[in-house]
């Protein structure tokens, strides 16, 4: 089974609201990803887990936090959404690091609109 | 910031024609290629994977790479119109954990 799960698909949030989104893998994957897409731009990676270390990315750093209770199991939160967090959030995740040549599988992502 | 170019933006083929998708990194290092495909509501899933100078087929599908231009392309032949769909180029470098992706082809192909 190569499914990454992501709950919710459809999120409406309001300005100055929290949001937490959640994503799982049970195919045991050391690295889980968070990345942002929004039309016409390429995805941009947010954050990703590696085993049980946080990395985030400079520009993204304060935006958005995540966490990693156990292996399967990955959140992507926004402490105050803002008209510019809208945009349709991917989750991943990969045998080891994405760049080492092993394929990351995405779930179908989760689509925030903030009004 | 490495940066990934495709183009075109968007592509028009009839059925059973040639579609040609162009990618380029900004990164001399560039060590990985990748090509993903997302079909509408659906996850990306990866389609092919390139990191030798020359040539990979899978069946209708064929992925060039050109190290020292940068630059990879995917080929599908006797396109379907199962293959519309949005084509996202990845590529990773060495030295860094980051795959950087391109802004996605719109295949449509055409009955």
């Known amino acids: 089974d190569t499914t990454v799960k992501q709950n919710p698909r459809y999120k409406l949030a309001r300005v100055g609201k929290p949001v937490n989104l959640i994503c799982s893998q049970t195919m045991n994957h050391d690295t889980m990803y968070w990345y942002q897409k929004k039309p016409n731009q390429a995805p941009k990676l947010l954050l990703f887990?590696?085993?049980?270390?946080?990395?985030r990315e400079a520009d993204t750093f304060e935006k958005f936090q995540s966490s990693r209770p156990n292996n399967s199991f990955c959140s992507l939160y926004i402490g105050s959404a803002g008209l510019e967090y809208s945009a349709m959030y991917l989750c991943?995740?990969?045998?080891?690091?994405?760049?080492?040549?092993?394929?990351?599988?995405f779930g179908e992502g989760s689509r925030l609109i903030v009004v | 910031q490495q940066k990934v170019q495709q183009s075109p933006e968007s592509l028009i083929v009839p059925e059973g024609g040639m579609a040609s998708l162009n990618c380029t990194s900004s990164?001399?290092?560039?060590?990985y290629f990748w090509w993903y495909r997302q079909h509408s509501g659906k996850s990306p899933k990866m389609l092919m994977s390139i990191f030798s100078n020359g040539e990979k087929e899978e069946g209708r599908f064929t992925v060039h790479l050109n190290k020292a231009s940068l630059h990879t392309s995917l080929h599908i032949r006797d396109s379907q119109p199962s293959d519309s769909a949005l084509y996202l180029c990845a590529a990773s470098t060495s030295g860094s954990w980051q795959l950087i992706f391109g802004s996605g082809t719109q295949l449509t192909v055409m009955p």
């Open positions: 990164d001399r290092n560039v060590d």
């Open positions: 887990y590696y085993d049980k270390i946080l990395n």
């Open positions: 991943a995740s990969s045998r080891g690091l994405g760049n080492s040549g092993n394929t990351l599988y």
